[in-house]
C-alpha cells in the first residue's frame, strides 16, 4: 500500500512539474480569420493561408502573417511591428504602425497612407515595380509603397 501510494504520488509530482513548464501558444495572440471592426487586441496572428482585415482596429502588441496568408488593414492602430514572411497579400492603407513593417519573400504588397514610427523593410525577389523586373530587391525606407508585385 505504501509503495502503490507512492507512486501515485510520483506520478502526480511528475504531471504537475510537465504541465507547470507547458507555456500555453501565447494567450496574447488572437488568431485572425476573416474582418475585424474598432476592437482591441493584443497580438493578432493571421495562420497559413488565411485572410485577415483589420478595420479601425487597435493591435497593442504585433501583427504576424504567416505563408500564403493576406492581411488588409484600414485605419488601423499598431501599436508593435507587422511582419510577414511568404505571405499571399499585405496592404497597409491609412494605418498608424508604432514600429516596423517587414515584407519578406511574399507575393503581392502595398503601403499607402500609413505612418510607420519605425522602419519599412522589403527583402524581395523577382519582383516588378511598374514595368522593371527587379531580380532582388532590398529596402529600408519610410515612403508609400505601391503596386509590388511577383512575377
Known amino acids: 500500500m505504501k509503495k502503490q501510494l507512492m ?7 511528475m504531471v504537475l512539474l510537465l504541465v507547470g513548464n507547458v507555456s500555453p501558444a501565447s494567450a496574447d495572440d488572437f488568431v485572425c480569420r ?3 471592426g474598432k476592437v482591441t487586441r493584443d497580438n493578432v496572428v493571421v495562420p497559413d493561408g488565411a ?3 483589420l478595420n479601425g482596429t487597435r493591435v497593442e502588441g504585433n501583427v504576424i502573417v504567416k505563408t500564403g496568408a493576406q492581411l488588409k488593414t484600414d485605419g488601423a492602430k499598431i501599436d508593435g511591428n507587422i511582419q510577414t514572411e511568404g505571405h499571399a497579400k499585405v ?3 491609412s494605418t498608424v504602425v508604432g514600429g516596423s513593417v517587414q515584407i519578406k519573400q511574399g507575393r503581392n504588397a502595398q503601403v499607402k497612407g500609413a505612418q510607420i514610427n519605425g522602419d519599412l523593410q522589403v527583402n524581395l525577389a523577382g ?3 511598374g514595368d522593371r523586373l527587379i531580380q532582388s530587391f532590398n529596402l529600408l ?3 508609400d509603397i505601391v503596386g509590388l508585385k511577383q512575377i
Not at 507512486?7 to 509530482?13: D, G, K, P, R, Y
Request: hydrophobic share 60%; proline share 0%; with cysteine.
Open 141 to 143: 525606407a519610410n515612403c
Open 127 to 129: 519582383w516588378r515595380i
Open 34 to 36: 476573416g474582418t475585424l
Open 91 to 93: 496592404v497597409v492603407l
Open 51 to 53: 485572410s485577415c482585415t
Open 7 to 13: 507512486f501515485a504520488l510520483s506520478l502526480l509530482v
